[in-house]
């Protein structure tokens, strides 16, 4: 049995577009967490700055930044990186591309630009169009549980490695801040007008942010940064939304 191990990594969030640069800003002490105005309430969140998005995804892709959507193009910009530093063949047959994630391109519900198929609000349409701008061959598996999504795609990567079926698999998780989620949970009254206090008796609710994450997860163990030994999941289908 062949085994798994994480290497190139990428991070994108509001404290960066490198794993580099947000590893720097945890440890700075910095946060993304800044004021915003929802159907007239106030509340906090980490949301990645339009411009300087559509900048950076111009610059490095050479591409029309409009047509593409905000979470396709973090998600490419991610992928570019790990690709760029791993040197793997997108275009082999031994090459998988994973994506994990909640809500995908939900905002397209609210706003859809011309330049955008209706269609990539379906998840694995989305999929689909990151994996055909870099060309794999495979078609893209779409893991989507919610908030287990991110470590169940990297558990099933495990799995494929090992049993031999591939030779390496970028995994990449997405999810961005839109007027759906912050619909679900402003119904619930679980939004907080102010920063998070998640250990204080006080607290009055979370924070929602928006980031990109990209692995690459192989059998070769040469410059691994660390092996998957072990990893399994459950479903005890208790209740259908209670805790």
């Known amino acids: 049995m062949k085994k798994a191990f994480l290497h190139n990594s990428n991070i994108i969030s509001p404290l960066g577009f490198t794993t580099s640069q947000n590893f720097k800003a945890v440890c700075d002490g910095k946060i993304a967490m800044q004021n915003h105005t929802f159907n007239n ?60 994630t909640t809500k995908g391109n939900i905002d397209l519900l609210e706003n859809n630009p011309p330049e955008i198929a209706e269609s990539r609000v379906y998840l694995h349409e989305t999929a689909q169009t990151i ?82 994450a990209s692995v690459l997860v192989s059998n070769r163990q040469k410059n691994g940064r660390a092996e998957i030994v072990s990893a399994s999941s459950a479903n005890y289908a208790n209740h259908i939304s209670g805790p």
């Open 131 to 212: 994996s055909n701008y870099f060309g794999f061959i495979n078609q893209p598996i779409v893991v989507s549980n919610a908030c287990i999504s991110g470590l169940l795609a990297i558990i099933i990567a495990k799995r494929l490695l090992t049993d031999n079926q591939y030779d390496n698999i970028i995994v990449t998780g997405a999810d961005v801040v839109s007027t759906f989620t912050l619909s679900g949970l402003g119904v619930l009254g679980a939004l907080s007008t102010k920063a998070c206090t998640p250990f204080d008796k006080t607290r009055a609710g979370i924070n929602f942010g928006e980031a990109v």
């Open 41 to 100: 309430t106030n509340y906090f969140a980490a949301v990645i700055e339009n411009k300087l998005l559509d900048d950076l995804f111009t610059t490095q892709t050479r591409r029309d930044a409009k047509n593409f959507t905000r979470l396709e193009k973090m998600s490419i910009l991610s992928i570019q990186d790990v690709l760029n530093n791993s040197g793997t063949d997108v275009k082999s047959k031994r090459t998988l591309f994973i994506f994990s």
